[in-house]
């Protein structure tokens, strides 16, 4: 089944805590994305990746970090949470960046930073 | 001015009604559009794309896009109760943002039984 999977679903952490936040396709998508989506803020791009081992930030990087070392995988790092990123994330892929290109999205994360 | 502008409702229709869901858009720009369902704590789920003017028909629900006037619509016929969840405008640039899709706000709509 193609699918774009995230782990974990849900995350309690605290301020500081350093986690990581996976994202897989298994459609051998080209780009892949990060969106978080904030009750009044809607879906917000946090980075993307065009490519292996190319990617860019979105409007709402900071904070944040990312890489893609195989086409397949794109993680999305907290270094240091903080309680404003608590939020909902949304991992999505692509077959291309082009802007005709259908995204999908992932299951969430619902991510709760103390 | 918002990139994409949705009224946030929540539109109510009975069921077996047509529910009508309005989206604008500022970027002339503006290349794709599509409409997303996303029900309460679940993912955004793609149901319409659309990329020039006029209609597209899928099922029960209808696209229309007029880029001189810069809003799309979908349009859902039978509404189902199934069909209460929250519909996301999603537009993408005809120039390269990193594939990057601006969202409204969304509709919520409620179709009652």
């Known amino acids: 089944e193609a699918q774009v999977t995230q782990n974990p679903r849900y995350l309690i952490t605290v301020t500081g805590k350093k986690l990581t936040v996976t994202c897989s396709q298994n459609?051998?998508?080209?780009?892949m994305s990060w969106y978080r989506q904030d009750p009044g803020l809607g879906l917000r791009q946090i980075y993307y990746?065009?490519?292996?081992?190319?990617?860019d930030k979105g409007d709402v990087p900071e904070g944040y970090k990312v890489s893609r070392k195989e086409k397949r995988n794109f993680p999305l790092i907290l270094e240091s949470p903080s309680p404003n990123q608590t939020s909902l994330y949304f991992c999505a892929s692509s077959p291309s960046s082009g802007a005709t290109y259908e995204q999908y999205f992932g299951p969430g994360t619902r991510l709760t930073v103390t | 001015q918002k990139e994409v502008e949705q009224n946030s409702g929540p539109l109510s229709v009975p069921e077996g009604a047509i529910a009508s869901l309005n989206c604008t858009y500022s970027d002339r720009g503006s290349q794709s559009f599509f409409w997303y369902r996303q029900y309460s704590g679940k993912s955004p789920e793609l149901i319409m794309s659309?990329?020039?003017?006029g209609d597209k028909e899928d099922g029960r629900f209808t696209a229309q896009l007029n880029k001189a006037s810069q809003y799309v619509s979908l349009l859902i016929r039978d509404s189902q109760p199934s069909d209460s969840a929250t519909y996301l405008c999603a537009v993408a640039h005809s120039y390269n943002q990193g594939g990057k899709l601006i969202f409204g706000q969304g509709t919520e709509l409620s179709v009652k039984p």
């Open positions: 659309i990329y020039s003017n």
């Open positions: 990746s065009m490519n292996v081992e190319v990617t």
């Open positions: 459609m051998n998508h080209e780009y």
